[in-house]
């Protein structure tokens, strides 16, 4: 929970800079397939996918491949 609390709050600092300063550009959290599998299937993330607040790539880290791209519902302010 702490890593996730960790990247959230970097993820928020990341974006808001980005919304400022160049705009057209696109952040997404980066997670690993089994973090993904574990965290957001408890009801925390569950309920972080349901509000749609953050854009993520999952990713299968041992493959080096990107299993699925979830983008938010804000993603073409």
Do not use: C
């Not at 400022?20 to 952040?27: A, C, G, Q, S």
């Amino acid at each position: 929970m702490n890593d996730l609390e960790n990247a959230v709050g970097q993820y928020i600092v990341y974006h808001d800079v980005l919304e400022k300063t160049n705009p057209e550009r696109i952040l997404y959290l980066a997670v690993g397939v089994k973090p993904y599998n574990g965290i957001f299937s408890e009801p925390i993330g569950e309920l972080m996918l349901e509000n749609q607040r953050l854009n993520l790539v999952v990713f299968n880290k041992s493959e080096e491949v990107i299993i699925e791209w979830i983008p938010s519902v804000n993603i073409n302010k």
